[in-house]
Every structure is written in structure tokens, then in C-alpha cells.
């Protein structure tokens, strides 16, 4: 099992920057994906973008790409999600979670099994 562990959520002005971390208990699988998912108030669960196993390749939402990059680092057994140029349509809880690329139903939350608590990312002037 993985227990994940999220810091670095924030109030932040539009245009600003920030980075959420995710950290496992114990070494992460090599072959789990990892991925960042958001709710915002009164919305469903949505994909923000996922990272394969040794970090070769990664998948963003239309909504984020060019302004968010995910991350993975291995030896540290830490997920990573840089946010830039951020807006107020992505205020929401953040989650990180991981999940065996056997049961993962891409860009969706299907197969993902171990979960963070969730972080809040406030974006306002």
C-alpha cells in the first residue's frame, strides 16, 4: 500500500505561481502512474494531468496545458505539480493519487486506488 501525504496549496493572485507536492510513505511502484485531479465547489471530480511510471511521459487536460507541468521524483518518492500563470476557474481542492497502469481508464478517475487528502488552491486578487 501507498499512503500519500500533499502540502504546498495556497492563496495565490491571478498570474501567480505555485507548486503542490505529494509524498509517498514508502517508495512508489515504478510501474504506477501518478496523476493530480480537482474539485472545485459544487463541480464533479476533474483530471488535471497524470505521469507514467519512470516519468517518460505525461498527459495534461486541455484547460492546463502550456501552464502546469507534472512531475515525478523517484528517489525522493515525491509527485510534483507546478502550477503557472494560474486563474480563478482553477481554484479547487487538489488530489494527488497513484494507481497500477492495469486498471487505469485514462484521464478519468478509473484505476487510481491510493489517494492524498487534498489540498486547497484559492486563486484571487
Known amino acids: 500500500q501507498v499512503q500519500l501525504v500533499q502540502s504546498g496549496g495556497g492563496l495565490v493572485q491571478p498570474g501567480g505561481s505555485l507548486r503542490l507536492s505529494c509524498a509517498a510513505s514508502?517508495?512508489?511502484?515504478?510501474?504506477?502512474?501518478m496523476a493530480w485531479f480537482r474539485q472545485a465547489p459544487g463541480k464533479e471530480r476533474e483530471f488535471v494531468a497524470a505521469?507514467?511510471?519512470?516519468?517518460?511521459?505525461?498527459y495534461y487536460t486541455d484547460s492546463v496545458k502550456g501552464r502546469f507541468t507534472i512531475s515525478r521524483d523517484n528517489a525522493k518518492n515525491t509527485l510534483y505539480l507546478q502550477m503557472n500563470s494560474l486563474k480563478p476557474e482553477d481554484t479547487a481542492v487538489y488530489y494527488c493519487?497513484?494507481?497500477?497502469?492495469?486498471?487505469?481508464?485514462?484521464?478519468?478517475?478509473?484505476?487510481?486506488?491510493?489517494w492524498g487528502q487534498g489540498t486547497q488552491v484559492t486563486v484571487s486578487s
Open positions: 514508502r517508495r512508489t511502484s515504478r510501474s504506477d502512474f
Open positions: 505521469i507514467t511510471g519512470l516519468g517518460f511521459n505525461t
Open positions: 493519487a497513484a494507481g497500477h497502469p492495469s486498471s487505469i481508464v485514462p484521464m478519468t478517475e478509473g484505476g487510481y486506488n491510493y
